[in-house]
Nanobody
């Protein structure tokens, strides 16, 4: 079993930056994808960014490319999402996710493990 705990959300003005963290614990070996998703009420969960751990490859949604950076600590048990140049459209609940499956990184159904979420609110 894998436990994921997010932190770092909050309220911020447009143009600002936040860094989200996700602490992973439990049996974290062979987790192929570690990712961040976000969701607003009434909409599907959206893939924001992910790391394919085997190759160290990163993926981003077009809406956040150039503004967000996903990274992992050397021990591999903490995932980060650095978010810069935030806009009100980035307001959402952000979730950390992990999977031992392989497939399209942005499909939420690929992921087996989810955190409880951390709220990000960006005001104009």
């Amino acid at each position: 079993q894998v436990r994921l705990v997010e932190s770092g959300g909050g309220s911020i003005q447009a143009g600002g930056s936040l860094r989200l963290s996700c602490q992973a614990s439990g049996y974290i070996a062979s987790l192929f994808y570690l990712g961040w998703f976000r969701q607003v009420p009434g909409k599907d969960r959206e893939g924001v960014a992910a790391i394919y751990t085997t190759a160290g490859q990163t993926f981003y949604a077009d809406s956040v490319k150039g503004r967000f950076t996903i990274s992992q600590d050397n021990a591999g048990n903490t995932l980060y999402l650095q978010m810069n140049s935030l806009t009100p459209e980035d307001t959402a609940m952000y979730y950390c996710a992990a999977t031992r499956g392989v497939g399209l990184w942005s499909k939420s159904s690929l992921y087996n493990y989810w955190g409880q979420g951390t709220q990000v609110t960006v005001s104009s």
